[in-house]
């Protein structure tokens, strides 16, 4: 993996995150190959397999007010041929009422080289407990 290909997969990882950061669902769509032999799992829930189920999902996800804020942690990525992976820890605020309130998942972000682009084909979410330690924020999203 070269560096510029290190760079080229963690810019399009940052990209996903601003769409999920601005609940912009046509931001979202430009991140993702949109067929069926994508999936999804959000903290929680059970896997949604194919586009038509993940953009609906985003899209109730951004109509019920989505996250408040997002922070990366402990990011890494991988490369091997036309598929790459990143891993990281997701510091999500959201709001309860009138309290603020956070959550953490461990996240897994496959994409494929479509082209000269990395389109997402896999982002798998679970929820886990708040780290003993800050690992957040690698200055992703700012």
């Known amino acids: 993996m070269t560096e510029k290909q290190r760079d080229e ?15 912009d669902a046509t931001q979202m769509e430009n991140v993702w190959i949109k067929d069926e032999s994508v999936k999804c799992v959000h903290p929680g829930w059970p896997m949604l397999y ?3 189920a993940i953009s609906q999902s985003w899209i109730n996800i951004f109509g019920n007010g989505g996250p408040l804020d997002i922070e ?39 994409f494929k080289l ?3 682009s990395w389109l ?22 700012q």
């Open 50 to 52: 194919g586009w038509e």
């Open 72 to 110: 990366l942690g402990d990011t890494s990525a991988q490369i091997l041929g036309d598929l790459a992976w990143v891993i990281c820890i997701e510091k999500v605020s959201y709001k309860v009422e009138d309290e603020i309130q956070f959550g953490f998942a461990q996240s897994t972000n496959i």
């Open 120 to 141: 997402l084909v896999l982002h798998h979410a679970s929820p886990i407990p708040a780290p003993r330690r800050e690992v957040i924020s690698n200055d992703i999203l």
């Open 9 to 23: 997969v963690l810019k399009a990882n940052e990209n996903f995150y601003l769409a999920l950061k601005r609940g």
């Open 114 to 116: 479509d082209g000269s």
